[in-house]
């Protein structure tokens, strides 16, 4: 009987986002329990933002609320700008993106690789690299402002229930099937807070058991709710000193706090024991997940699953 060969060829850059594996990181972490790790860098655009990207997008043409070949307008601190980048291009949309200046230079480079324009603006109070809610502000206010100007359709990642509903229909569900319905905690960075509440309300909803929880860095946690007292960090676009207009508290257990040092410790760690490049808030994320697991808190054979955000190329 002759052999059936079929072809498995994508047709688009949007087929290859999401379905991202699901890695243990057992060298850098022997024990006690498991510390898995969802490869978000795989994305197309290099980061989680691919997924939320995608959506928001979609969710708007389906609306009519976004016509074929209309211009998109976002304000982004370039994991999102490089998401939409990558939708943008394929679905023909005219994109134009705001971002501070004291994000990285890799950032810009990748965005307007990919055809969009990026407005860069000045920052008013951070440093390279430590990027604050008052520069974040000054790209908003551009991006609203150039928004009303042209008639543009304005994602707004900060407030679009789209970006939570991404990783509700995606990553949730890729991770529950990944870990055979095997997972005790779920630990994750917050910028605008859609990949937390998304996977974490996708989990609970499975098991209530699983603890959900935030890692911020020390000094700038609005979540756990104590005073901002260095807001300047290295985890770029998460953590801008105010509880996000997505977050809910309904799907957190609690915050695990992240020094920058830890970060830059446990991305150094990924790279040098697991063979990964991935940036300082994934860093943060694992460092967080590793604290958990060995703090008691948890079954010794418990398993913590984290996100590895995106690639270490965005990085200086």
């Known amino acids: 009987m002759a052999e ?50 995608y959506n928001m997008i979609q969710k708007a043409r389906e609306r009519g609320t976004l016509k074929p070949g209309g211009m998109v307008i976002e304000m982004t601190s370039g994991n999102q700008g490089s998401g939409l980048a990558v939708v943008s291009a394929v679905l023909g949309h005219e994109l134009v993106v705001h971002t501070s200046s004291g994000n990285s230079h890799q950032r810009a480079v990748h965005i307007e690789a990919l055809g969009t324009k990026c407005i860069k603006h000045p920052q008013v109070e951070g440093t390279y690299g430590n990027v ?15 928004t009303k100007e042209t008639g543009a359709y304005f994602i707004l990642q900060f407030e679009n229930p789209d970006n939570v509903g991404a990783h509700i229909e995606t990553t949730g569900p890729e991770i529950w099937r990944q870990t055979g319905h095997n997972v005790d905690a779920f630990v ?48 770029q676009g998460s953590s801008y000193g105010e509880v996000p207009k997505l977050f809910n508290y309904e799907y957190y257990d609690g915050t695990i706090t992240v020094t920058d040092e830890e970060a830059l410790q446990y991305q150094k760690l990924i790279g040098s024991k697991e063979g990964l490049y991935v940036g300082y808030t994934s860093g943060a994320n694992v460092a967080a997940a590793a604290k958990l697991l060995n703090s008691g808190k948890l079954p010794k054979d418990a398993r913590v699953v984290t996100i590895l955000c995106d690639t270490g190329l965005k990085y200086p």
Do not use: W
């Open 132 to 146: 604050t809610l008052a520069d974040i502000n000054v790209a908003r206010e551009a991006a609203e402002k150039m």
């Open 188 to 235: 994750a960075a917050v910028g605008t807070s859609g990949t937390f509440v998304g996977i974490s309300s996708y989990l609970k909803g499975k098991n209530p058991d699983i603890k959900c929880f935030v890692a911020e860095p020390e000094g700038c946690e609005p979540i756990k709710g104590t005073p901002i007292v260095k807001p300047k960090h290295i985890l």
């Open 4 to 53: 059936i060969i079929q072809e498995d060829i994508k047709s688009s850059a949007l087929e290859l986002i999401g379905n991202t594996p699901l890695l243990a990181l057992d060298r850098l972490h022997p024990g006690p329990g498991r510390l898995l790790v969802k490869c978000e860098f795989m994305n197309p655009g290099g980061s989680i933002k691919c997924r939320s990207s």
